[in-house]
Structures are given as structure tokens and as C-alpha cells.
């Protein structure tokens, strides 16, 4: 009869606790409780179990980085959400990514490529380094851009050259998709450049006539300039 509690508290313990199983089996086993055949057997089954392989954890899967704050995650939504990315290239990313392929499309318009550093990517997508890198990378295998490395030295190297060469996302950027860029981001990644007849910096601190300022991100044409 206490063999087979015994025996239930083997099969039911979890391996840190065998020892104590043990333990109590040959207590039992001292004291004429369980016989020296059970005692074996039981101890056998102990072993057994404890030279059972551990199940691995699975590992989660990670579907984006957290937002920082309230501000990332509207930034990270308004670019998600501006179209720069053709609906069927944009269903391969998570939010993130999408968010930052679409800042780096609308400097692909506005300049011909995108040769941002990876924190001011973050910083205007509203998501963390790790995240653009991986936009990239994964754009990159796609076909969907090229990524330039440009190398000082052994330790140096300049900002990476992003451009787009997918077909069907360079047609849909020559239509206009997105229209109006994300929301202008006031991070420390991005300064503010004053239009042209706005006068010095000066004068429009002054508010002088005609001085106006746009965000640096998101020319409101993604037509004005994408270079075959």
C-alpha cells in the first residue's frame, strides 16, 4: 500500500523534487514499511526519471519592439498607416518594420536613396535600432532594396546607402502611394529645415514674413524624385 504512494509520488514529482522522494522511500524502507524488492523497483523508476532529457522552453517569437512612449507609438502607427509600402510587400512586416521601410521610402522619394544611420531611422519610426535592422535585413533577402556598406577602415564605416529596387514598390511610389508622409516627429533624430525664401534662421526666429519651417522627413510629393 505505501509502494504505490510511493510509486504515484515517482510518476506525479517533478524532477527537482526526486531527491526528496528518495529520501522517503528509503526512510519507508528502514522503518519495514516497503520491502526490499519495492525498494529496487521504486529506486529504479527514480533513476528513470531523473535521467529523463529536459523539454527545451520555446522560445517566443518576437513580433515587433515595444514602444518607448505614447509619442513612438503614433509616430510608429502614423507611418504604418501612410501607404508608402504597396499592400502586398506591406503584409510581409510586422507594424515596425513596415514603419520603418516607410521612412526610408520617403527619403528613397525625396533623394534618390536613403542614407540615414539606424538611430535616426529608430527615432523617427518610432522604434528601436534593433527593429530597423531587421526591416532591412529582411527587405534586403526579399529583393525588395540594396544595401550599400561604405567602409573607412578597419573600425570606420560610413552610413549604409538604402535603395529601393523592387518593381512593384518603385511603380507605386511613381503614383504617388502614401500620399502625405507619417506624422513629423520632434525626436532629437531629426531637425527642422526651413523652405527656401523663408531668410536666415535668424529672421524666421524673428517671425519675419514669409518664414515658414517643414519637418526635414516626408516631402508631401513622393513623386517630386525617385531616380531610375
Known amino acids: 500500500?505505501?509502494?504505490?504512494?510511493?510509486?504515484?509520488?515517482?510518476?506525479?514529482?517533478?524532477?527537482?523534487?526526486?531527491?526528496?522522494?528518495?529520501?522517503?522511500?528509503?526512510?519507508?524502507?528502514?522503518?519495514?514499511?516497503?520491502?526490499?524488492?519495492?525498494?529496487?523497483?521504486?529506486?529504479?523508476?527514480?533513476?528513470?526519471?531523473?535521467?529523463?532529457?529536459?523539454?527545451?522552453?520555446?522560445?517566443?517569437?518576437?513580433?515587433?519592439?515595444?514602444?518607448?512612449?505614447?509619442?513612438?507609438?503614433?509616430?510608429?502607427?502614423?507611418?504604418?498607416?501612410?501607404?508608402?509600402?504597396?499592400?502586398?510587400?506591406?503584409?510581409?512586416?510586422?507594424?515596425?518594420e513596415a514603419a520603418v521601410l516607410a521612412v526610408v521610402a520617403v527619403e528613397v522619394c525625396r533623394?534618390?536613396?536613403c542614407r540615414w544611420p539606424h538611430g535616426r531611422l529608430a527615432g523617427v519610426a518610432g522604434v528601436s535600432i534593433s527593429t530597423v535592422r531587421r526591416a532591412l535585413r529582411q527587405a534586403r533577402d526579399l529583393g525588395l532594396i540594396t544595401v550599400e556598406e561604405r567602409r573607412l577602415g578597419a573600425f570606420r564605416s560610413d552610413t549604409n546607402i538604402v535603395r529601393v529596387v523592387s518593381p512593384e514598390w518603385r511603380a507605386w511610389l511613381h503614383l504617388g502611394g502614401g500620399g502625405q508622409s507619417g506624422t513629423p516627429t520632434t525626436s532629437r533624430y531629426s531637425k527642422?529645415?526651413?523652405?527656401?525664401?523663408?531668410?536666415?534662421l535668424a529672421g524666421a526666429r524673428r517671425g519675419e514674413k514669409g518664414?515658414?519651417?517643414?519637418?526635414l522627413e516626408g516631402p508631401p510629393d513622393t513623386r517630386k524624385r525617385l531616380e531610375p
Not at 527642422?192 to 531668410?199: E, I, Y
Not at 518664414?211 to 519637418?215: C, D, F, H, I, V
Open 111 to 113: 533623394s534618390g536613396d
Open 192 to 200: 527642422p529645415a526651413f523652405v527656401r525664401g523663408s531668410g536666415s
Open 1 to 96: 500500500m505505501f509502494a504505490d504512494e510511493i510509486r504515484r509520488a515517482v510518476e506525479a514529482a517533478p524532477r527537482m523534487k526526486l531527491p526528496e522522494v528518495s529520501a522517503i522511500l528509503w526512510r519507508a524502507f528502514a522503518a519495514g514499511q516497503v520491502s526490499e524488492a519495492e525498494a529496487e523497483a521504486l529506486s529504479s523508476l527514480i533513476e528513470i526519471r531523473r535521467a529523463l532529457p529536459v523539454a527545451p522552453k520555446p522560445m517566443p517569437r518576437h513580433t515587433g519592439s515595444r514602444p518607448r512612449s505614447p509619442a513612438s507609438l503614433e509616430r510608429r502607427r502614423s507611418w504604418t498607416a501612410s501607404g508608402r509600402l504597396p499592400p502586398t510587400v506591406a503584409a510581409r512586416f510586422t507594424p515596425g
Open 211 to 215: 518664414s515658414s519651417a517643414r519637418p
